[in-house]
């Protein structure tokens, strides 16, 4: 209900300020982007450029759904990585997984990705600084110094490619400054939570065209769950992660230039706590006695715990992963109106996670063989369920040739893409089957190897056309990519290897015209694919073919009152065919998933975003975001009858949630001669959220959601202040999660081995942090 009055509040107020529409008389809109401060000062709303189209341009004249998280806002609310995005802007959930420091689930308008194997492939795409990032395992490391960070809403296969069926995230880092600068950043807060990030700018080098930066960070932090086995910094939530930035610059003249960059980020954290919030009654009867076998006590809990016991695996208590990349990008004017640009790199991932997702001590109880069936004694137990997945590694190297140009009322972008990487990973499952009765259980050990090899070669072309007749306000847009995927699996459980073939030919058409200069409306048609392959966790070789979508998409991005007001609504539908549903089971013969195109599905819904300078001194901004996903087809094999029925009306879309709303208010002030002071105050929220097809593959899909989550952020700081006879400093107070929401991050069902559980995120932190600039 809650979620229904915002919606109405938000939507009336874009209403009441078309109606008070007055004449609008801005700047020129370049002069306006390149000088930000000038549109402060004059109490206008600063403008966003952003890359959605692989080209510069204004976030306004942008005919894409698109939301710009500036590097400032970033740095204001302490985010370290992309999973914090998604309180910032509509429909798009991050989602950290369980066992692994470096996975994250992503879905926007509905469609991602649960899938956490090597060998799977994402729905959205990630992207930093044009480099597309294959895997969701290594998706999530720290973000050293980013300028900002693009939310690309719905299909972008036409410029981006595969995998990019929801959107696309782009990350874009800050390039290195002209004159020599450092900067220090510190921050201190509860759980022992503190990092320091330091920045050097070389600026120009000598006489020569090179400038450089070099930026280091270091996070740690004790955990937020106290393992009464383990010290406070090996703790359930806690990490010790290492992040290097070096980036390379050189301009040439005007006609080239050469960026190099190397991201290095090495993590060694505990995942957060996976608490058990159900059990069978026959597994809850037989973990119960293993007290009176000298075990920990069997601990189910549908509120949230503090404390408990968590047993070491081999000795540890953490994951531990690295991550590297290698970038080179060079630009060549061939023309005044004419661009080559290359993007060459090389990526590499390998982690050794901790998987312990049984939420107890170490458990005793009676124990059968499993090949006699023979009493074997009272042991300790492998479960409810354990693993090992190491080695876990992926590397990848992709080329990008972009042309981009335009000539009078034309303009266009064409290119050529490669692709290639490969992945493995060992999976050590280690777990206890309870057998009905819940008098005995078995030990078990099945082992799951899987790796496999992707090579893509795609060509696309896209281009404008702005006829001189309008006056340059109708914008027409077609686009269109070929791409050729070759896809090689082999998994443990069979010796066959899956070698096969898929092509996708993707398409844009859309439509734009400025009603004004400050109104701008566009339609949009456009398509995109998922990459076809094989399902990871079979136990036999199964493909599957590409999912394929069609969106329908009307925009209206406008600005109010000399720009003091923006507002940007979209509206859309999607039409999903062959949809890849990943059906997670686990049973006697350890954790599997199959992936099937199983279900066509219709997806429809709508964004609006609001930023709006109430006053000189204060700012808001605001979303709201509505995702309405239908099956209109499901069908799923019973395992009772055999027979292959539709399950439509009772499917569900993994980790959706169908409505997200996010109020940022913040005031400039300055109580003092020198410095500036700034109250902001963040607030988001998130409906619920599923984690499974359905109740007849989840069994206890409903005792493992997410009821909704909400989070309230402040930040109450003094900036710019004097340091020295050429630097300042800031300092800030912080607190997340104020409200200490018991806010549920993820949620697995183990309904063949009798058990589900969540893992929380943080509760209320607080602390402060100061920088320094030279």
């Known amino acids: 209900m809650a979620f229904r009055v915002v919606n109405v509040i938000i939507i009336a107020g874009i209403f009441a300020a078309v109606g008070a529409l007055a004449p609008a008389s801005r700047a020129n809109a370049q002069e306006a982007a390149g000088n930000a401060q000038a549109a402060e000062s004059s109490g206008q709303l600063v403008e966003v450029t952003v890359t959605a189209r692989r080209k510069a341009e204004l976030l306004q004249d942008t005919p894409v759904s698109v939301t710009a998280v500036s590097g400032q806002l970033l740095d204001q609310l302490n985010v370290q990585d992309i999973a914090r995005v998604a309180e910032l802007a509509p429909n798009i959930s991050i989602a950290h997984q369980p066992v692994s420091t470096t996975a994250a689930t992503i879905s926007i308008r509905g469609i991602g990705q649960t899938e956490a194997a090597s060998t799977a492939e994402m729905g959205v795409g990630l992207y930093l600084d044009g480099v597309y990032i294959a895997r969701t395992t290594g998706a999530v490391f720290d973000l050293v110094d980013l300028e900002r960070v693009e939310v690309l809403r719905g299909p972008q296969g036409t410029l981006f490619g595969r995998n990019s069926v929801g959107g696309a995230v782009q990350l874009v880092s800050k390039r290195p400054a002209d004159d020599f600068a450092i900067e220090e950043k510190l921050s201190y807060g509860r759980f022992s939570d503190w990092y320091s990030r330091t920045r050097l700018d070389t600026g120009l080098i000598g006489n020569s065209p090179f400038k450089a930066t070099v930026a280091y960070l270091h996070r740690e932090r004790d955990g937020d769950f106290d393992n009464t086995l383990a010290p406070d910094d090996k703790d359930p939530g806690s990490f010790d992660n290492d992040a290097v930035w070096v980036a390379l610059a050189g301009e040439f003249g005007d006609r080239f230039s050469a960026y190099y960059s190397l991201d290095w980020n090495q993590r060694d954290g505990a995942p957060p706590f996976f608490q058990l919030t159900v059990a069978s009654p026959d597994v809850a009867a037989y973990y119960g006695l293993s007290p009176t076998f000298g075990g920990a006590p069997f601990v189910v809990s549908r509120e949230r715990l503090e404390s408990g016991q968590l047993v070491p695996l081999g000795n540890r208590l953490t994951s531990e992963s690295e991550t590297v990349g290698h970038a080179l990008t060079l630009e060549a004017r061939l023309t005044d109106a004419v661009t080559l640009k290359s993007i060459s790199s090389y990526r590499s991932f390998e982690q050794h996670p901790y998987c312990n997702l049984s939420g107890n001590g170490q458990l005793r109880g009676p124990v059968l063989d499993p090949v006699t069936f023979q009493f074997a004694g009272i042991q300790d137990l492998y479960g409810p369920y354990t693993c090992d997945n190491h080695p876990q590694r992926q590397h990848q190297v992709s080329e990008e040739l972009q042309l981009l140009g335009g000539a009078g009322q034309w303009s266009y972008v064409a290119g050529l893409y490669y692709f290639s990487e490969k992945s493995y990973e060992h999976n050590q499952q280690r777990f206890t089957f309870v057998l009905p009765g819940g008098q005995a259980a078995l030990n078990l050990t099945p082992l799951l190897s899987i790796g496999g090899e992707t090579e893509s070669t795609a060509g696309f072309g896209q281009v404008s056309y702005r006829p001189a007749a309008l006056a340059d306000k109708l914008e027409l847009t077609a686009g269109a990519r070929y791409t050729q995927d070759n896809k090689k699996f082999f998994s443990s459980f069979f010796t066959q290897r899956g070698d096969k073939d898929f092509s996708n030919t993707s398409w844009l058409a859309s439509a734009s015209y400025k009603f004004t200069r400050d109104v701008m409306g566009f339609a949009r048609v456009s398509t995109g694919y998922k990459a076809g392959g094989f399902s990871a966790r079979s136990n036999i070789l199964v493909s599957y073919e590409p999912e394929k979508v069609t969106a329908y998409e009307l925009g209206l991005k406008a600005e109010w009152f ?54 000189d001194a204060l700012t808001l901004d605001a979303s709201y975001g509505y995702t309405d996903p239908k099956y209109d087809r499901y069908l799923f094999r019973d395992p009772v009858t055999n027979q292959i ?38 607030w988001s929220k998130r409906s619920r959220r599923y984690f499974g097809p359905g109740l007849f593959v989840t069994t206890y899909m409903n005792e493992t959601l997410d009821p909704g989550t909400e989070n309230l952020h402040a930040r109450l700081a003094l900036a710019d202040m004097p340091l020295g006879s050429n630097g300042s400093w800031d300092v800030g107070l912080w607190g997340d999660n104020l409200t200490d929401h018991n806010n549920v991050g993820y949620g697995i069902s183990f309904g063949g081995l009798g058990f589900g559980g969540v893992m929380y995120s943080p509760p209320r932190s607080y602390g402060i942090d100061v920088k320094l600039r030279f």
């Open 562 to 615: 000399d720009r003091r007001l923006r507002t940007n609504l979209s509206v859309y539908q999607s039409d999903y065919k062959d949809l890849q549903v990943n059906q997670f089971r686990a049973g006697s013969g350890g954790t599997n998933a199959d992936t099937t195109n199983a279900a066509e599905a219709t997806i429809r819904g709508y964004e609006l975003e609001i930023a709006a300078r109430l006053a």
């Open 645 to 682: 029925i539709d399950v439509s009306s009772q499917g569900k879309f993994s980790d959706v949630a169908r409505e997200t709303v996010h109020v940022g208010v913040e005031y400039g002030f300055q109580p003092f001669s020198v410095g500036r002071a700034s109250a902001r105050l963040d």
